[in-house]
């Protein structure tokens, strides 16, 4: 075994470090999306990534404005020394364990934002077609809605409530974490926005009065109530006579590590399931289907409606 082997397998004693080649081995990807894949500190990542390629193992190049990562080419192709731990690598990312299935499932959301982004990868794009934007879209559906008063429930740092904004009445966004409200402020504040009240509370106890709202919105926020039918009762009381809940929500799933990594409560809902759930709060008129699917994606997005 020649010296550069040896600090080579030194350095794959690195679990993260095993973890970040796998994921290079089926995508190029920059340190902001594979910070959010590996759910790590971007200076960890950045750190791991030169180590890697220091040793030879992974090539960085720069297009669309991103610094992106990849096998190097020698390693690629399992040329000379780097051929036997080429083969070895190859044989072990085969074995798919917990982790590395959480992994591709966080890579499957990356690749379903650059695709609503049109993030340039450095790859040959299959289609130009310049000012093609789903949010521009959804913006512009919202003008044909009449002027409602709506409330975004559990709405994180408040992108979804910005954009309702643009076409509410009035939006009432409530979240349980003052540092979230915080950030939707911010942002609200930047893009000019005066029709939004920001309110710390629970999904379970809103700070809303009674039959004062024509829309309630949960976006991938049931799951994370500890009582989703409760939750839907408080958005029965608070809606008006023939007003709408809209619910995005995940289909029931298997990915246990969404409980510790992003804190849910519930592996999503099946249709039957979220159909009893809205019926027993009181909404008729109800309707469950699907909003978003992939292939190879664990996750899928269901829509959810009803009437009081």
């Not at 790859?123 to 934007?133: I, K, T």
């Not at 942002?187 to 005066?194: E, F, H, M, N, V």
Request: glycine fraction near 8%.
């Amino acid at each position: 075994m020649d010296v550069d082997t040896a600090a080579r397998l030194r350095l794959l004693g690195d679990p993260t470090r095993l973890r970040l080649l796998r994921l290079l081995s089926l995508e190029s990807l920059n340190v902001s999306e594979l910070t959010g894949v590996l759910t790590l500190a971007q200076s960890g990542v950045s750190r791991h990534l030169g180590l890697l390629r220091d040793a030879g193992l992974v090539a960085e190049e720069r297009a669309g404005g991103y610094s992106w990562y990849r096998w190097s080419r020698d390693f690629a192709e399992g040329n000379g020394a780097l051929g036997s731990l080429h083969t070895w690598l190859r044989e072990e990312f085969a074995r798919p364990t917990a982790e590395t299935r959480a992994d591709d499932a966080r890579l499957e959301e990356v690749r379903r934002l650059r695709k609503e982004s049109f993030v340039d990868t450095g790859a040959e794009r299959r289609q130009l077609v310049p000012g093609r934007s789903w949010p521009a879209w959804a913006r512009a559906i919202g003008l044909l809605l009449p002027a409602v008063d709506v409330a975004d429930l559990g709405c994180g740092e408040g992108y979804l409530t910005i954009e309702a904004a643009r076409w509410a009445r009035r939006v009432i966004a409530v979240d349980r974490s003052k540092d979230v409200l915080v950030r939707g402020r911010e942002l609200a504040r930047r893009r000019k926005l005066t029709n939004v009240t920001w309110k710390r509370g629970d999904l379970e106890r809103l700070p809303i009065a009674d039959e004062s709202i024509d829309v309630a919105m949960f976006s991938q926020a049931l799951h994370h109530a500890e009582h989703p039918d409760v939750a839907l009762a408080e958005a029965f009381r608070i809606l008006r006579p023939g007003g709408r809940v809209l619910v995005l929500d995940l289909r029931e799933h298997g990915e246990t590590w969404v409980r510790s990594k992003v804190g849910d409560r519930w592996l999503g809902f099946s249709d039957e399931r979220l159909q009893t759930l809205l019926r027993a709060a009181g909404f008729t008129q109800t309707v469950v289907r699907v909003g978003a699917r992939r292939t190879g994606d664990p996750f899928t997005v269901l829509i959810a409606a009803g009437t009081k």
